[in-house]
């Protein structure tokens, strides 16, 4: 009997023994262990006590975006260095725009980067994933600076999503120490939601200064409407308008270009474009292009006519979105419209409240009710416009370096 107990014990002691190395071989194949992140989130604490470097920033995101480009761009203008910490490769050269920059592999790594700088702010840049945001967050090196891409809380309708993400981006908005907001959907935060939230700045996407333009002479071979951005392609998809829209610019003999936003879906968009539009007006209206850099999306299409921003078939934000809520045309003002003013296109538009305002106010647009509209308005050549100063990212800097020093 008591053999059988001695070996009982036994073999409960190396069921225990077990598990322990088990789990001592999890952590011991994590990026970084247990103590890696407790002394990362020292130095951090340490950081955040020692006195400020005046005129540094450090820009950190996991994808870096046009927006971070342009603001670091007008910042060292303005006498600023501007430090990049980034993760996904970038195919296109930053040494013009950035003092420095280092590229981390994970969040915890990000956060040992920043701890070695002093700057004013931390900007962080976030776009559908808050992990790193998060991060920088609560355990804040210096201030924190979210600026969010994409509001995802009562503006993203795909719930199959939200849960991955939308505690983190809450997290962020609540704590971060300033909020640098695109556009004016953080005010839905506020008003319909009744979150507090920290100092706020708005700061648009806005234009580049004349100096960093270069334009194409216009084609003269008929009228050219083009879409830069994201789109869908399920041509069952009412957010996948680009088949009908093709369909009758084509008809009516008006090219139509798009730009998608990831080069994987413009085969997709090409074959199902069959479907729409007769072979011999596809070959000749028609335009599919390859994904370009962002950097050279205002010379491209600076040589066509109009520039499209609309969401669904029935051109506005409504409730047959599969992706927003009808809300979202409220408060959104896309990147694109900057991109379309800086290459001298006319815009036409949803009936979104913001884009309407920022179109009627500086005369650069036309609001569309329809796919019809569209044709309809394409039919003659626009009148010439042209970036309102007060619209170029150099003329509003010095209010995000004033909210950067009131932080």
Known sequence: MLG????????????IINRLFKHLQFFLFLPYTILERERIRKAASMASLEIRNKNLVVFVCTQLHLRAIKIAYSLKLSGWKVVLLYKDDIAYDIVDYFSDSHRFQDSWEALQLASNYRPVAYHVFSNYHFELAALFVKYKPGKIVFDNYDLLTGMFKKKDLIPKFLKEEQY???????????????????HALKFKLPKRILFSEYGWPKEKLDHIKKLTDGIHIVYVGSIATDPKSIEAYEYELGALLSSNSIHFHIYPSHSNLVEVIKENMKDFVAKDLLEKYIHIHDTISPLDVNREISKYHYGLIISTKNVDFGNDSETYFQQMGDYLLPSKLFDYLNAGLFILSQNAKYIRFIIERYEI???VRSLGDIVDTCKTTPKQVNMPDSLIVNNNVHRLIDF???L
């Open 404 to 406: 950067y020093n009131d």
């Open 4 to 15: 059988i107990y001695k070996k009982i014990k036994e073999q409960g002691a190396l069921l």
């Open 365 to 367: 647009g036309k609001v």
């Open 172 to 190: 962020c908005y609540i704590n971060a120490d300033g909020i640098c907001s695109r556009d004016l959907r953080v005010n839905y935060l506020i």
